[in-house]
């Protein structure tokens, strides 16, 4: 029964719908990883389950094997039994014969059904490794196309992103931002022009006080020298 349990299990994993488990996979790769991991896991189990029912069939093998050689040793005692003429004793070994030869054919037919599920169980083993290797080579197709997938996603939602009305608009209120900014430097510019052209007005008044002061100077001196 473990061994029956064992291969459907196995066999529903191989058969799943590797698709559907991805769709619900927030990151493909790593559910690939994981479904690979579990089949690995499966072999590894399997390959055990092989091996302990190849176990099985060499013992009744070697168990048939030495009952049939026991029926040829007894005949051949009996024989010599005769010969001797110990009638008895050729009857015991003929009896033990009769035993064992029984036993060899049970044994046989363990070692044949035992035999027979090991090879069945090593021919889906090989299968489920054919699979393996089929979808390990799968991920990798996977694996890139879902990176190429969110590659195309990330470039496409940038540039969509540019079309973006909001886009626009903020683009629009820092460009009235920067042309406020200028025209209050500009204003900043003339009244600070304008308070140095007072100053220079006012310093031009004083300056011509000074020249004709000097003029009535020296008229006055002109005057006194005359």
């Not at 304008?194 to 003029?215: F, N, P, R, V």
Request: charged share 40%.
């Amino acid at each position: 029964m473990f061994i029956v349990s064992l291969f459907k299990r196995i066999s529903d994993n191989i058969r799943a719908n590797i698709n559907s488990l991805l769709d619900k996979a927030e990151d493909p790769e790593k559910m690939l990883d994981q479904y690979l991991r579990d089949m690995a896991e499966d072999i590894t189990d399997a390959e055990a389950a092989v091996a302990r029912q190849l176990a099985v069939a060499r013992k009744f093998k070697a168990q048939m094997e030495e009952a049939l050689n026991l029926v040829e040793k007894r005949g051949d005692q009996a024989v010599e039994a005769l010969q001797k003429e110990r009638e008895d004793l050729a009857r015991k070994a003929l009896e033990d014969k009769k035993v064992n030869k029984v036993k060899a054919e049970n044994y046989r037919r363990q070692y044949e059904n035992n035999q027979s599920t090991a090879e069945l169980l090593k021919s889906q083993l090989k299968e489920m490794k054919s699979e393996y290797e089929k979808l390990r080579v799968k991920r990798e197709v996977l694996a890139a196309r879902a990176q190429s997938a969110k590659a195309q996603k990330e470039i496409y939602g940038v540039i969509g992103s540019f079309g973006q009305e909001s886009a626009r608009r903020d683009f629009e209120r820092m460009e009235d931002k920067v042309l406020r900014m200028e025209a209050e430097a500009q204003v900043a510019a003339e009244f600070s022009g304008a308070e140095k052209s007072l100053d220079e007005e006012l310093k031009a008044l004083g300056d011509d006080d000074i020249d004709q002061e000097l003029a009535s100077l020296k008229e006055s001196l002109l005057t006194k020298k005359e």
